[in-house]
């Protein structure tokens, strides 16, 4: 008997959180891990809502966001580790060569 | 407040501390391991939620899975230690963004619940029920993401492999 | 010969082998994808599952054919393929004695290739691709054969020409070659179109309901179905047989197809492309029947002309392979001629459909053989050969004289056949056949005597072709003394118990007939042994004044197209177009140019004092924001991703607030 709010109020923490992470961090893999924490509070919100409807749509959909994340993760990787062999460095301020 | 509250408040402080020292840290494996922490909570509340399945899947894939694949991505890349080394200069903008969206987000779940809003009463979330939804209705996204995962799969593989040509 | 009765009884044996069919048309296409996915790994690169796929096809078809020789009935059995509103279209086999004949003479062929195939190809660098394209070839073939409604059939008859492009274009480097694979293509498609749309006019005539080729073939000879709809899908219908089958006027790609590796030449020009249109009208031969008369008119004519035109045309060749191909859109024309005059002309196109597949593959074949020793396809570089290659030599003998209809061969007992049914009232015909028959025994009896006889006129030592290229010879060769006796009808041959349509025909033999026959033929072997005997130089088909020229130009055929089509579609519309363009148009363009000037040289003015210096200040202010702006795009990701998180909250406050 956990009222909705409460968990909709840490999903918000986490993915704010996330937003900073993705914003302040250099490391390309911490960059990455914020991103997690960013899909993670949207899959507490699908739970929650799952539970608030009644409805399982809500967890088969987490469950998709959770194989999305693992392609996304391994994809991510692959090219920071693509990014490190050529550049000797995953900082993503570094990587700037798009620019005017 | 009820006693699945007071539990749902216990692991909702240890994960926002988690996630807040996850973003601060100043050494990638502590980050790394404040993930783990992290995700294990958001587990626990999914197994607070009743969402008994995609509980253990979080538990399974992301702890045990995913971190790894981090663990390995930062063995890969030397990763330097300091808070100058792993932060950029825009910490304070990020910080005030961050804040904004926080606050739009509890803005508008007041506006839409209030404090004392609904309860949740869990009713659904057994693995048979979500086999039975996954495999009736979903079939098709199902087998989608799995297509993805293959893709994604060789697609790493591609990407992170030596090219011998010269 | 066989009663009703008989047939009656005949049902009551069960289907047998016959249900299977299907799986032969599926054998190719499993050893096409295996010699693709695994035939460069496998030793010798990936021959293996083609020749294994035929063999067993071949004995198959063989079972499937002992239904027919028990009298078994036809089989049929389907699935359902798609269903468009009241139109159900299945995918299925339809089995009957035709079927399986055809059946028989496609794997016969094919397996003789294949095998060829390992010798003749062995240092292709397509090698295994060669083997994949040459199975699914096949399985088009067998599919156009076993299909029991129309669309199937489209399918295998597409599939077929895709593969036949690739396969005459498989020596692409050269430029000769793939011309030649785009000229069959197109060509080819040209029947192709209004054989589509015949298929399509005939599910119209059947009020959209099926597609079913029984099922047509019973509706057409209906009350509900108006004459003239039949008459006109038969001529549709007929298109695709000019085209596939290389009937004048699309005669002409054939003999540049011979570009192709002569195995393919074999395959595609003996046993199943060419043969294919040939099956068509015989298949739908009800809707032939029940149009009107000049249709059949028609397609006799066009018969005739192909017969007679390409024999002669075969006279003048000096590439062994275009002599070839020339006799087999000659002995094509014989069947559609032979179509023509009724049931019973039908029947006997098909004996010599089936005779003639397997001498002309082995005469193909044997041609590689020669081809490939003397590394030349002109006659005037061979001679002599008989005693270098004395088992292509044998074999080869025996494939000309079947083609120029001796006694006891394949060849003359199908021939007479086809010559019996044009006696009974069909006298312009059955001359046309005799001269023709006279004018093919003399073209062979050139091509044997150039290319195997008298003294060698090329260059290096030909050598005998090893075992796996004269074994497929020999088979053929064996074939083709003894399929004759199956239809002869001196012997009472049963093949037209198997092959009939609605009712077998009687056969008979009628001695005047045969005597003309063998006349024709003896006189065509003496006259081309006496005018050759001597090796006169230069050639005497080349002395004949106009007609020697009319011919060495193929009838002009080719020069016609050219310049009837080709060009004035390429020049022609484009000399319109500049005429237009230099009288029309530029006169037009010219005078607006003359008005604009005067009224360009009152705008200078202005354009130079007012104009300009708004134009520059707008340039300076746009350049000027320009540079300002060009900060905010760092390159960095992150400040990038900042200015959308920003964004998000903007418009959730904006959004929100509405």
């Known amino acids: 008997m956990i009222r909705l709010p409460l968990v909709l109020f840490f999903s918000a923490v986490l993915f704010s959180t996330g937003v900073y992470g993705v914003l302040a961090r250099r490391n390309a893999v911490l960059v990455l891990m914020s991103i997690e924490l960013m899909l993670n509070a949207v899959n507490v919100n699908l739970v929650a809502f799952s539970q608030f409807w009644h409805d399982i749509t809500g967890q088969v959909f987490a469950l998709f966001v959770i194989a999305v994340a693992a392609a996304e993760v391994g994809i991510g990787l692959a090219i920071v580790i693509l990014i490190y062999r050529n550049r000797e460095t995953i900082n993503v301020d570094e990587v700037n060569l798009l620019k005017w | 407040m009820t006693g699945q509250e007071y539990v749902f408040a216990v692991l909702a402080l240890v994960g926002t501390i988690s996630a807040i020292r996850l973003v601060t840290a100043k050494n990638v494996v502590h980050a790394a391991l404040y993930l783990v922490v992290t995700l294990s909570v958001v587990g626990g509340v999914y197994l607070l939620l009743a969402a008994e399945f995609v509980g253990w899947v979080q538990i399974l894939i992301y702890v045990g899975a995913i971190v790894i694949l981090f663990l390995f991505g930062l063995m890969l890349t030397r990763a330097p230690i300091g808070r100058e080394a792993l932060d950029n200069q825009q910490r304070g903008i990020a910080f005030l963004i961050g804040l904004g969206i926080l606050g739009g987000l509890v803005y508008l779940i007041q506006g839409a619940f209030s404090w004392s809003g609904p309860r949740l009463r869990p009713s659904v979330g057994t693995t048979a029920q979500l086999g039975q939804s996954l495999f009736r209705q979903w079939v098709l996204p199902f087998e989608a993401v799995s297509f993805l995962l293959l893709a994604a799969l060789i697609g790493a593989v591609v990407l992170s492999r030596r090219d011998d040509r010269p | ?658």
């Not at chain 3, 496609?106 to 062995?122: K, N, P, Q, R």
């Not at chain 3, 010879?473 to 037209?496: E, I, K, M, N, Y």
Request: with cysteine; charged share 10%.
């Open chain 3, 1 to 658: 010969m066989v009663g009703a009765a008989e047939t009656l009884s005949a049902t009551a044996i069960g289907p047998g082998f016959a249900r299977l069919a299907w799986v032969v048309a599926v054998l190719p296409l499993v050893s096409a994808a295996l010699t693709l996915f695994f035939g460069k790994r496998t030793p010798g690169r990936g021959w293996i599952y083609g020749v294994a796929a035929m063999s067993a096809g071949f004995v198959l078809s063989v079972l499937v054919l002992w239904h027919f020789v028990q009298g078994g009935g036809a089989v049929g059995s389907s699935v359902t393929w798609f269903t468009i509103g009241p139109l159900h279209v299945e995918a299925g086999q339809y089995v009957d004695g035709l079927t399986a004949i055809m059946l028989i003479v496609v794997t016969a062929v094919s397996l003789a290739v294949h095998v060829y195939s390992i010798g003749y190809m062995h240092d292709d660098v397509r090698f295994t691709w060669f083997y994949v394209v040459l199975s699914v070839f096949t399985a088009a073939m067998l599919n156009v054969v076993i299909a029991d409604n129309l669309i199937q059939l489209l399918v295998g008859w597409e599939v077929m020409g895709l593969c036949s492009y690739l396969l005459i274009g498989h020596w692409w480097e050269e430029r000769i070659n793939s011309n030649a694979a785009i000229k069959a293509f197109i060509t080819t498609r040209i029947g192709d179109v209004p054989f589509m749309f015949g298929i399509f006019v005939l599910i119209a005539a059947t009020g959209f309901h099926s597609a079913n080729i029984q099922q047509v073939g019973e509706l057409v000879g209906g009350p509900d179905v108006s004459r003239g709809l039949v008459s006109v899908a038969a001529l549709l219908l007929f298109g695709g047989t000019i085209g596939k089958s290389a009937q004048f006027p699309l005669h002409v790609w054939l003999p540049d197809a011979m570009q192709g590796p002569t195995p393919v030449s074999a395959l595609i020009h003996a046993a199943t492309m060419v043969a294919a249109g040939v099956y068509l009208v015989g298949r739908m031969y009800s809707v032939f029947l029940h149009a009107a008369p000049e249709v059949l008119g028609f397609v006799g004519i066009i018969g005739g002309i192909t017969m007679f035109g390409a024999a002669l045309l075969a006279l003048v060749q000096d590439d062994i392979k275009r002599v070839l191909a020339y006799s087999t859109v000659s002995q094509l024309a014989y069947m559609v001629t032979a179509m023509s005059v009724g049931p019973a002309g039908r029947d006997a196109a098909f004996f010599h459909l089936f005779t003639h597949a397997f001498f002309k593959a082995l005469l193909f074949l044997g041609a590689g053989c020669v081809i490939h020793a003397v590394h030349s396809n002109n006659m005037s570089d061979m001679g002599g050969l008989w005693r270098r290659m004395p088992v292509t030599f044998w074999t080869f003998a025996f494939g000309s004289a079947a083609l120029a209809g001796i006694p006891p061969l394949a060849g003359f007992w199908s021939k007479d056949e086809l010559l019996v049914a044009a006696s009974k009232g069909h006298a312009v015909v059955f001359t046309l056949m005799l001269v023709t028959a006279l004018v093919t025994a003399f073209y062979t009896t050139r091509m044997v005597m150039l290319t195997f006889l008298g003294p060698y006129r090329g260059h290096g030592e030909p050598e005998e072709a090893p075992a796996v290229m004269t074994g497929p010879l020999v088979a053929l060769a064996l074939g083709t003394v003894s399929v004759g006796f199956l239809g002869a009808a001196l012997t009472r041959g049963v093949f037209f118990k198997w092959v009939f349509f609605e009712v077998p025909e009687p056969v008979t033999f009628v001695l005047w007939v045969a005597t003309l026959s063998i006349l024709a033929a003896g006189l065509g072997v003496l006259a081309g042994w006496y005018v050759y005997r001597e090796r006169p130089e230069p050639d005497p088909v080349f002395q004949l004044g106009w007609l020697s020229s009319v011919l060495v130009n193929k009838f002009y055929l080719d020069e016609v197209y050219m310049n009837g089509i080709v060009l004035p579609v390429r020049d022609r519309l484009a000399a319109a177009a500049v005429w237009f363009d230099r009288n029309v148009l530029d006169g037009m363009v010219n005078g607006t140019a003359r008005l604009t000037k005067d009224l360009a040289l009152g705008t200078d003015e202005f354009d130079r004092t007012v104009v300009d210096s708004a134009v520059n200040g707008v340039a300076q202010a746009a350049g000027f924001t320009g540079g300002l702006l060009r900060y905010l795009q760092s390159g960095n990701v992150q400040r990038y991703a900042a200015f959308l998180f920003v964004g998000v909250v903007v418009l959730a406050i904006v959004i929100t607030r509405i």
